[in-house]
């Protein structure tokens, strides 16, 4: 009896130790696997982006907000919606297709940017050639147009109702057509620009990470900023163990729906072709501006047009222009190389110029934080000193303090910066980091200042009070920020 069933248990325990990780614990919750186990346990390790951690859906909508609604309800808060449906009333969506596009002249003479790969590789070198000669080639090479809408078909596309007010067309920075035969990735990113997305022809998932709440588990790790370095096909949990935190949202996009991404939000992006082979989606990018009130909304429909428009285009702010979505880009790079040297260190040269503004140039936490909050431009280009810091902006803080602090002391002062700077292999990889964070602390503060309502201004301190000089005090956590500098 016993002798007949070891060979049975011994199968048994083989299928159970070979049987991945993730198997276990889907079927097992009570036994989750927690984060302090080995990462290479944690279910979807080496697996697509976000394939075993928790998502929610994306807010759907039926009809387009007011322009008063959207800026109000979903560009100052930053929350991303779809909207179904939202392309098809435009000429985009009923007309396009390769016969049409190749019944313009101009396609033959129009140069477009090619990407070499549908698997987006940021350092990867695109080319230029006509319209016409990507139209013809799409269909069977992996190559992926990411262009401005080419100007006979800037007519065919709409801005989207809630942007046709008079005093939002200064907002607008640039539009793009992302034209591929489907099967296009791109890396995980966010942008600083507000985002409207039309598509067109084909389908589109996206992953969403909301940078308010999980920022500062998303590795951002490249310079220029914005992207991470992961394999959205292979998630590897070893190198990035804090992306097992993430809860995503998840959106779903079809022929003719439009989607919102606010600025900041964290997306990665895949396309998929219609049964024409194409996948075709124009998006238009406008600068953020959280005290814009939209006014004069009553554009008539034929001049609502992209060529009524004017786009400065994102050289306008210094921006890099490279990829599927992430443009964005803190730092002035005037000659566009990805050169690790050509970095200005500019956000580790602010924090270092910041502790001038302490009297002993070195600041505490509590004083870090009191910094963070009334150096104009910071984290906000409003004042925010009268916003009450939640756990989430203190928690980001705090790891920014502690990157700084390198010799782990109780204040960041000079010392560190010198430690920084010796050690040329490090600058780099903390000014990464820094800037990163220092987003995420601009969006929670953004946030925050939503959420809290400005005191009455006959209350208000006269603006930009001089910083105080911190107080000589060892025990220096207990004083008031406020008090402390
Ligand atoms: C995952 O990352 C770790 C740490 O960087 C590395 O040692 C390991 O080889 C990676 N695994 C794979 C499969 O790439």
């Known amino acids: 009896m016993h002798s007949s069933f070891l060979p049975i248990m011994h199968f048994l325990l083989v299928v159970v130790l070979i049987t991945p990780a993730h198997n276990t614990v889907d079927n097992n919750p009570s036994h989750p696997i927690s984060l302090d186990d080995d990462p290479s346990l944690f279910p979807g390790h080496l697996e697509p982006l976000g394939s075993k951690q928790p998502k929610k859906d994306i807010e759907v909508l039926t009809a387009y907000p007011s322009p008063q609604e959207y800026f109000l309800k979903y560009i100052r808060p930053g929350r991303p919606f779809l909207l179904k449906g939202g392309a098809k009333y435009q000429k985009a969506y009923k007309v396009w297709n390769d016969d049409y596009f190749m019944s313009f002249e101009a396609a033959k003479y129009e140069n477009v940017q090619v990407e070499p790969n549908k698997k987006e590789i940021r350092e990867a070198q695109g080319f230029v050639t006509s319209f016409k000669d990507f139209v013809q080639r799409y269909g069977k090479e992996k190559i992926y147009m990411v262009n401005k809408v080419p100007s006979f078909l800037q007519k065919d596309v709409m801005m989207p109702p809630p942007l046709r007010c008079k005093n939002t067309r200064n907002l607008m920075l640039d539009h793009v057509t992302w034209m591929s035969s489907g099967g296009t990735k791109s890396v995980l990113h966010q942008d600083d620009l507000d985002n409207i997305n039309c598509l067109f022809r084909g389908e589109k998932d996206l992953l969403f990470i909301n940078p308010i709440k999980y920022g500062s588990k998303v590795p951002i790790d490249r310079p220029k900023g914005g992207y991470s370095s992961l394999d959205v096909d292979k998630v590897n949990f070893t190198k990035f163990p804090s ?243």
Request: aromatic share 8%.
């Open 243 to 485: 992306l097992r935190e993430v809860e995503y949202i998840n959106c779903h996009m079809e022929e003719g729906d439009c989607l919102f991404i606010p600025r900041g939000w964290y997306h990665q992006v895949n396309s998929k072709a219609n049964a024409q082979n194409q996948n075709i989606a124009v998006n238009i990018w406008f600068r953020h501006n959280p005290r814009h009130m939209p006014e004069d909304c009553n554009l008539p429909e034929d001049e609502a047009s992209l060529n009524h428009y004017y786009f400065p285009g994102m050289e306008s702010l210094h921006i890099r222009d490279d990829g599927d979505g992430g443009k964005e880009d803190d730092d002035d790079d005037e000659d566009e190389t990805e050169e690790e040297g050509d970095e200005e260190h500019s956000m580790l040269k602010l924090m270092m110029w910041s502790l001038t503004q302490t009297k002993y140039g070195r600041a505490s936490f509590k004083t870090f934080t009191s910094l963070l909050k009334r150096i104009p431009n910071f984290v906000s280009d409003e004042d925010i000193s009268h916003v009450e810091l939640d756990e989430n902006f203190l928690n980001v803080a705090r790891m920014v303090f502690n990157k700084l602090n390198v010799d782990g002391n109780k204040f960041i002062n000079g010392d560190d910066f010198k430690k920084i700077y010796q050690n040329t292999d490090q600058v780099d990889e903390i000014e990464i980091f820094v800037s990163a964070q220092m987003r995420n602390l601009q969006l929670i503060a953004a946030s925050l200042l939503h959420q809290q309502p400005k005191p009455d201004p006959s209350m208000d301190e006269p603006p930009n009070t001089a910083t105080r000089d911190e107080a000589p005090q060892i025990n220096d956590e207990k004083q008031s920020a406020k008090d402390e500098l």
